[in-house]
């Protein structure tokens, strides 16, 4: 199956400087067509990106091959993602 086009789209706005969290990974790219491009379930999906702590390096890795970044990029966007959740877990 050929690799949706929107991955090509979300790795310029990363290496631009554009993207700076995981969630804008996810305004670009549908988080059910992610779920599905990595063999997970789109509600197991939602739960990790509710607790952006819980992913596990292998799904971030799997997700940096997806957009073609370094995994480190991708790894820096979700604990980036997890910082923002923790200050809006705190507020409440």
Known sequence: MAKDKRYATVKKLIESGYIESFAGVLENIPKTNVARDLGM??????????????????????????????????????YKQYVIEKKHKRKK
């Not at 739960?47 to 990029?73: G, H, Q, Y």
């Open 41 to 78: 379930h789109h509600q197991t999906f939602a739960k990790l990106i509710k607790s952006p702590e819980k992913f596990a390096f292998k799904d971030a890795i799997r997700i940096a091959s997806l957009i073609d970044v370094d995994d480190m990029t991708i790894i820096n966007l979700i």
